[in-house]
């Protein structure tokens, strides 16, 4: 069976320092992959996805980047934090191909920058 | 205008009640429906999906798509405490990697 995995789980960073959140997923080869952010009682903000290795597209100008160095593991990146990028971010994997199932959340990853 | 609108709540009802979740949308070009289910401090999990029109029934839980109206609902009959999270509704076109958009949210607490 296909599992995700993000951590960490929680994460207090100050201000201008760098960020790296990890997202893997097994039991699936090729998926797409995607970061998510939200915010307190607001929805889900597309940060980033990608089709394939080297393959992200970004949805949002802003202080993050993502990268993508195997086939299912995605990095998203910032190398200096600002109070803004606090919030609750989510790594979820989908099923490439001409039927759309849905995507699978990961358990997320709480971040606060002081 | 959003692409699709969720009432953000919250939602409040006595334990056992008939729960109504709905989203309407503007694009018709979406032809999958989804809803999630979000606990507090977790990742939403795909609680029912549906492709194209009609309903889809999985025990309490029911979806109905109104493509004609461009309106989509979840059901929840029996509703228990652990039903409160909040509820998600996603949808997307043509698949196979298209972006899902998702409504906001709406927060369902349900009380004993």
């Known amino acids: ?114 | 205008q959003k692409e699709v609108e969720q009432d953000p709540g919250p939602l409040s009802v006595p334990e056992g009640a008939i729960v109504s979740l709905n989203c309407t949308y503007s694009n018709s070009a979406f032809q999958y429906f989804m809803w999630y289910r979000q606990y507090s401090r977790k990742g939403p999990e795909l609680l029912m999906y549906t492709y194209s029109s009609g309903n889809k029934e999985d025990g309490r839980f029911t979806a109905q798509v109104d493509k004609s109206s461009k309106y989509i609902s979840l059901f929840i009959r029996d509703s228990q405490p652990s039903d409160s999270a909040t509820y998600l509704c996603a949808m997307s076109g043509t698949g196979g990697g298209n972006k899902l958009t998702f409504g906001t949210g709406t927060q369902l607490k349900v009380e004993l």
Do not use: M
């Open chain 1, 1 to 114: 069976s296909q599992t995700i995995h993000q951590w960490p789980a929680t994460l207090v960073q100050p201000v201008g320092s760098p960020l790296s959140l990890e997202c893997t997923v097994e039991g699936t080869s090729n998926p797409n992959l995607y970061w998510y952010r939200q915010a307190a009682g607001r929805g889900l903000q597309l940060l980033f996805y990608s089709i394939g290795i080297d393959q992200i597209s970004s949805e949002v100008p802003q202080n993050l980047s993502a990268s993508r160095p195997q086939d299912r593991q995605f990095i998203l990146s910032s190398k200096k934090l600002l109070l803004s990028d606090s919030g609750f971010y989510l790594c979820a994997w989908s099923v490439g191909g001409v039927v759309d199932y849905g995507y699978t959340f990961g358990s997320g990853t709480r971040l606060t920058v002081v």
